[in-house]
């Protein structure tokens, strides 16, 4: 029987991480390894100034008290059996689209990333929406998506980002990471006892809608699939920087 281990970074009770379990039972087992609580924004961070602690709700859900990451590092190292490992992870539904330069800071997309590095294939799902979330059509393909990776697999180091619309679904595009127009805005208030505190935000002047790209795939109306690689390394900058490498040398040996 297939196994499948999800997580998400909405936390345990998320509306989105619910219907996706609801509807991958069609698929395989499924076993859930969650944050406790909302850990959106938590990118791929490892808890390692303090202890983790794990609760285990029923025989096929636990909680952890720490990241996307933790929960997945917990999960294939010592929660499930060695016997039990499962076949694919899948990391959602997010509350909220994860396009573009937002999927660095994604937990979700992280969850699935940690999969994808510890050997099992990993996507990510969001749907685009501020308000007003109905999982249904996103569940569906999430469906979809998973039998796919699970009969085809995917390239080595490799993790799909898929952002669906919150309207009327067109079709499905492969796409390439878009780059956002934001900047930060930075809200300070003052705490009951005098403090100074921060709350930071964004003000998005518009996307990068160009062809091609995550955000013009949601933006006509499509599911956007994107290829994103744990191999972080920019390929095509590398006989620039190593000539940049070659001159300090030189200049390093004219010194001395």
Same mark, same amino acid.
């Given at each position: ?8 970074? /909405? ?29 959106? =924004? ?9 202890? +983790? ?6 025989? %096929?859900?636990?909680? @952890?008290? =720490?990241?996307?990451? /933790?929960?997945?590092? +917990? ?8 016997? &039990? +490992? ?9 509350? $909220? ?21 510890? =050997?099992?294939? $990993?996507?990510?799902?969001?749907? @685009?929406? %501020? ?16 039998? #796919? ?17 919150? *309207? &009327? ?6 796409? %390439?990471?878009?780059? #956002?127009?934001?900047?930060? @805005?930075?809200? &300070?208030?003052?705490?009951?006892? =005098? ?18 790209? /995550?955000?013009?795939?949601? &933006? +006509?109306?499509?599911?956007? @699939? ?28 004219? *010194?001395?």
């Amino acid at each position: 029987m297939t196994r499948i281990l999800l997580t998400n970074d /909405d936390g345990i009770h998320s509306n989105g991480l619910i219907r996706l379990e609801e509807a991958l039972r069609d698929v395989g087992d499924v076993y859930v390894v969650a944050p406790a609580s909302e850990m959106s =924004g938590a990118s791929h961070s490892l808890t390692l100034a303090r202890p +983790l602690r794990i609760r285990q709700i029923d025989k %096929r859900h636990w909680t @952890v008290d =720490g990241t996307p990451t /933790d929960c997945i590092t +917990l999960a294939l190292n010592k929660i499930l059996p060695a016997e &039990e +490992l499962p076949d694919i992870c899948a990391s959602g539904i997010n509350h $909220g689209g994860n396009l573009g330069d937002d999927a660095t800071y994604s937990g979700t997309v992280a969850g699935a990333l940690e999969a994808t590095i510890l =050997g099992v294939p $990993g996507l990510a799902f969001s749907l @685009v929406a %501020r308000e007003h979330f109905d999982f249904r059509e996103a569940a569906e393909f999430a469906v979809v998506a998973v039998r #796919k990776v699970l009969t085809e697999g995917l390239p080595e180091g490799t993790l799909l980002n898929i952002n669906i619309p919150a *309207k &009327e679904i067109k079709g499905v595009r492969v796409t %390439r990471q878009g780059i #956002k127009n934001a900047r930060p @805005v930075i809200s &300070e208030h003052i705490d009951p006892r =005098g403090k100074p505190y921060f709350w930071i935000g964004e003000e998005y002047f518009s996307n990068n809608s160009a062809d091609g790209t /995550d955000y013009n795939a949601i &933006e +006509l109306g499509y599911i956007s @699939v994107t290829p994103l690689k744990s191999d972080m390394t920019d390929h095509r900058a590398l006989t620039a920087i190593e000539s940049w490498n070659y001159l300090k040398n030189q200049e390093l040996l004219h *010194k001395t």
